[in-house]
C-alpha cells in the first residue's frame, strides 16, 4: 500500500484554497440534491399515471416515503461528500471502487440492485460526459491545491462518481419498492447534469481566480521509461485520453448504461474519435482480406452481432482460434468471417464496415496490449483473454467505454488483470483467487447478453472479494516492511557495538576474563541500548563509561587502591547484570562479576581467571522472504557499472511504483516499491503476495538497468496503460495492423 507524506508536509498544499473551495461547491451540490428531490413528486406521479395498475401504488407510496424522510435522504447525502472531501484533505483520497467493495458482502446482488446501481452508474457517466472538459481541469486543480496529488473520476470527491455514490447512499434503507428507487435515481439524473455542470463552472471559474498566479498544471502526460546517461529527455506528450478523448462529443447520444445495448441498429453516433480512426485506417492500410472489396455487402449491426454471439458461444469465447493466428487483429477478423459462414453469409461476399473494423481492431489491439504488459502464467491467458469477444461487443454498441473510466467493463477489466498479474498461483489465497477469476470471466461469457448488468454483477462481487485478499496483502506488506526495519536496526546497532569494541581494545592485550566480558556481554548490552533508543541514550552512555572504567583498572595494572575497588563494587551490579542478560543463571552470573573484579584489582593470578562459557548467542530474526526468487545479481554495481542519471531517477521514485524485474533465465516478475530504509537508504520492492521480493540500492537497481534486467511494469490501470501503448505503436512509422 501506498504510504504518503503527513497532510501538512504535502507539497503544494494549501487548507486556505481547500477551505473555499469546499465552501463554494459540497453545500450547493447538497442544495441541488435536495431542489432535486423535491421535484421527484411529480416524475413519480408520472411513473405511477403510465405503470400498471399493480404498480401504481408502489409510486404513490414512494411519493409519501420521500416526503417523510426528505431529511434523512439530504443528510445521507452530505454525509458521503463530507466524508470523501476529508479524504483528501488529510491526502489520501478516497476510491469510488474500493468504496463499493468494502459496502459488498460475498452474495450475489439481486436483479432490483443491479438495474438501482447501473442506474446510478448513468448518472454519473451523464454528468462525466457532458462536462469532460471542465472535469479534467477540475482534476488537476483540485490535485494540486490538495498537494500534488493525482485526482481522477475514481477519487475526486465532488466528481460524478461521488456524486453517484452520495445519491445512491441517500436513497438506501428507504422502505418502497425497487422500481420506485430506480425511478428515482433516473429521474435524478436528469435534474443534476445541468444544475451540477453550471457548479463545476462556477469551481473552476473561481479556481482558476484564486490561483491567477499559479500556471494550471498540466494533464496526464505519457509515462517514459527509466532514464540513462546519453537519452535526451522526451518532451511531455499528452496521452491517449488527452489528445483523442478530452473534447470528443461522440458518446454524448449514447443510450443510458442501465439500458439493455441495442445491437441491431447502426446510427449516426460516432463510436471512436476521428483522430483515432485515421489511425487504425492508416495502419490498416494495404491489409485487406483476401476477397474483400468495395463489391462485397456489409455486414449489418444484426448480423455482426450475431456472428460475434456465435464466437462467444465456443470455448473460451473463441480465444483459443483467435490467438492461434499470431496476431489478435487478424485472428478476430479471420474467426467473424469463419462464424459468418456457419450462419451461411458467403464470408467472400462481404466484409466489416469501417467504423465496426476500427472497433474490433482496437479491441483487439487493446486486449493484446494488456496480456503482454502483465506477468500471466500460461493457463490464464485464455481465461483473460475469453474477455475479448464480450468487450467488442460493448465497444461496437457503447461509445463510453473509452471515455468513462468508471464504466463496469473497464473496472472489471482492470480487476481481473491485476489479480492475475504475477499471480503464480503457488499459495492457497492465491488459487483462490484465480478461480474467482474464471468465475467472473465465465459468467460475462456464458451470460452476457448486450445488457451491462452482466458485467456490473460480476465486477460487484468480484471487487468485495478482491478487496478483502488485498487488505490481507496489505497487511503482509506492512509487516515486511516492518520486519526488515527491525532487521536493520539489529544490524545497525551490532556495527555500532563492534565499532565501540574494536576502538576500545583493538591491539591490546587484555586479561581473559576481562577481554570475555568485554566480547560478549558488554557488547550485547552496548547493542541492546542502541537498538531501544535508535541512538544515544542514558542507557548507552552507562555501557560505554563501564568499559572506559574497566579499561582504566586494567592499567593500573591491578593496583587495588581504595578507590578502584569502590568503584568496582559499585558497578559490581551492572557487571552481574551484563552476564545475565548474556545468559548465565544468576549464581553463575553473580560468580563472573566477582571473578572480574578480582582479577582487575590484582587478587588473583594473572590469567588465572578465564572468561566463563556462555550459551550461544540467539540467532536474528530475518524477515520472511521469496529470496530464491530474487533477481539482483552476485557482482556489485561498480564492478557491472551504472549511470548517474539513472540512480537519481530511483533515488526519486515514488513509494507504490512497480517494476518488472527480470532473473538470470528470462522469468520476469512485478515488485512494488514499498519502503524506503531511513538507514541504508535501500529499496525494498514485494510481489503481489505482499512479501519482500528484492533489497537493493539505487546503485544495484541502475546496474540492472544497464544490464537489461530492470523495466517499468504497466500502469495501475490495465486498461489506460494497454491504450496508451496502442496509441504509441499506432504512430510508430510503418505501424501496421
Known amino acids: 500500500m501506498q504510504t504518503l507524506p503527513p497532510a501538512d508536509e504535502l507539497a503544494s498544499r494549501n487548507l486556505d484554497l481547500l477551505n473555499q473551495v469546499r465552501e463554494t461547491v459540497v453545500m450547493p451540490l447538497a442544495d441541488d440534491f435536495a431542489w432535486a428531490l423535491d421535484g421527484l413528486g411529480q416524475g413519480l406521479f408520472r411513473e405511477a399515471d403510465s405503470a400498471p395498475a399493480a404498480r401504481q401504488k408502489d409510486y404513490l407510496d414512494a411519493i409519501q416515503e420521500l416526503r417523510r424522510e426528505r431529511e434523512p435522504i439530504i443528510a445521507r447525502f452530505r454525509a458521503h461528500l463530507a466524508k470523501a472531501w476529508q479524504a483528501l484533505e488529510s491526502g489520501r483520497p478516497l476510491s469510488v471502487e474500493r468504496t463499493l467493495a468494502r459496502g459488498n458482502d460475498l452474495t450475489l446482488v439481486a436483479a432490483d440492485e443491479l438495474e438501482v446501481r447501473l442506474a446510478v452508474r448513468s448518472l454519473a457517466g451523464a454528468i462525466q460526459q457532458r462536462w469532460r472538459p471542465e472535469l479534467m481541469r477540475l482534476d488537476r486543480y483540485l490535485g494540486w491545491i490538495a498537494g500534488g496529488l493525482r485526482l481522477n473520476g475514481d477519487n475526486n470527491p465532488v466528481g460524478p462518481e461521488h456524486l453517484g455514490v452520495a445519491v445512491y447512499a441517500a436513497f438506501s434503507g428507504l422502505r418502497i419498492a425497487p422500481c420506485a428507487r430506480l425511478a428515482a435515481v433516473r429521474l435524478c439524473e436528469g435534474a443534476l447534469v445541468t444544475r451540477v455542470g453550471a457548479l463545476y463552472e462556477v469551481l473552476e471559474q473561481c479556481l482558476i481566480a484564486l490561483t491567477r498566479e499559479t500556471d494550471l498544471p498540466s494533464g496526464r502526460t505519457r509515462r517514459r521509461g527509466i532514464p540513462r546517461a546519453g537519452q535526451a529527455p522526451a518532451a511531455p506528450a499528452e496521452d491517449w485520453i488527452g489528445r483523442f478523448f478530452s473534447h470528443w462529443q461522440g458518446a454524448r447520444g449514447a443510450a443510458p448504461v442501465a439500458a439493455g445495448l441495442d445491437a441491431h441498429v447502426r446510427d449516426d453516433r460516432e463510436l471512436l474519435p476521428p483522430g483515432l480512426r485515421g489511425l487504425l485506417q492508416a495502419a490498416r492500410g494495404g491489409h485487406r482480406a483476401a476477397g474483400e472489396g468495395d463489391a462485397c455487402r456489409t455486414l449489418s449491426p444484426r448480423e455482426l452481432s450475431s456472428v460475434l454471439s456465435l464466437l462467444q458461444t465456443n470455448e473460451h469465447a473463441g480465444f483459443d482460434q483467435v490467438d492461434a493466428a499470431g496476431d489478435l487483429v487478424q485472428g478476430l477478423h479471420q474467426q467473424v468471417l469463419a462464424q459468418a459462414a456457419t450462419l451461411g453469409i458467403d464470408p467472400a461476399s462481404v466484409r466489416l464496415d469501417p467504423a465496426d473494423r476500427d472497433g474490433l481492431d482496437l479491441v483487439a489491439m487493446l486486449f493484446a496490449a494488456m496480456l503482454d504488459q502483465s506477468v500471466l502464467t500460461p493457463d490464464i491467458r485464455p481465461v483473460l483473454g475469453q474477455l475479448l469477444v464480450p468487450v467488442a461487443k460493448v465497444a461496437l454498441q457503447d461509445p463510453r467505454l473509452f471515455v468513462r473510466d468508471s464504466h463496469p467493463v473497464r473496472r472489471l477489466l482492470n480487476l481481473l488483470a491485476e489479480a492475475c498479474d504475477g499471480n503464480p498461483g503457488e ?26 448488468g452482466v458485467f456490473l454483477a460480476a465486477e460487484t462481487e468480484f471487487a468485495a472479494y478482491y478487496e478483502q485478499y488485498r487488505r490481507r496483502v496489505e497487511i503482509a506488506e506492512r509487516r515486511a516492511a516492518e520486519l526488515q526495519r527491525a532487521e536493520e536496526r539489529r544490524v545497525q546497532a551490532r556495527t555500532r557495538a563492534a565499532e565501540e569494541l574494536e576502538r576500545r581494545v583493538g591491539g591490546v592485550a587484555l586479561l581473559p576474563a576481562l577481554e570475555g566480558f568485554l566480547r560478549r556481554p558488554w557488547t550485547q548490552q552496548v547493542e541492546r541500548a542502541a537498538l531501544r533508543a535508535e541512538g544515544d541514550s542514558p542507557a548507552l552512555h ?9 579499561l582504566r583498572a586494567h592499567a593500573a595494572a591491578g593496583a587495588g587502591t581504595p578507590e578502584a575497588a569502590a568503584w568496582l563494587e559499585s558497578q559490581h551490579p551492572q557487571l552481574q547484570r551484563a552476564y545475565a542478560e548474556a545468559g548465565l543463571p544468576g549464581a553463575a552470573a553473580e560468580a563472573a562479576a566477582t571473578a572480574l573484579r578480582d582479577a582487575l584489582l590484582g587478587r588473583a593470578a594473572t590469567g588465572a581467571v578465564a572468561a566463563p562459557e556462555l550459551p550461544p548467542p540467539p540467532e536474528s530474526q530475518v524477515p520472511a ?43 520476469t516478475q512485478p515488485g512494488k516499491l514499498s519502503w524506503v530504509s531511513p538507514i541504508s537508504g535501500r529499496r525494498m520492492f514485494v510481489n503481489r503476495r505482499g512479501a519482500r521480493f528484492c533489497l537493493a540500492s539505487p546503485e544495484q537497481l541502475a546496474a540492472m538497468v544497464r544490464l537489461g534486467r530492470l523495466r517499468l511494469h504497466r500502469e495501475e490501470d490495465a486498461f489506460y496503460s494497454a491504450m496508451q501503448d496502442v496509441l504509441d505503436r499506432l504512430e510508430e512509422p510503418g505501424a501496421a495492423v
Open 427 to 452: 499459495s492457497a489465497a492465491e488459487l483462490a483467487l484465480l478461480a474467482q477469476v474464471r468465475a467472473a470471466a465465465g459468467r460475462i461469457v456464458e451470460d452476457f447478453d448486450e445488457h451491462l
Open 542 to 550: 552507562d555501557a560505554l563509561a563501564l568499559a572506559d572504567g574497566l
Open 625 to 667: 522472504a521469496d529470496e530464491a526468487a530474487s533477481p539482483l545479481p552476485d557482482e556489485p554495481p561498480e564492478a557491472l557499472g551504472f549511470d548517474v542519471q539513472t540512480v537519481e531517477y530511483f533515488q526519486a521514485l515514488p513509494l507504490g511504483t512497480w517494476l518488472d524485474f527480470v532473473d538470470r533465465h528470462g522469468r
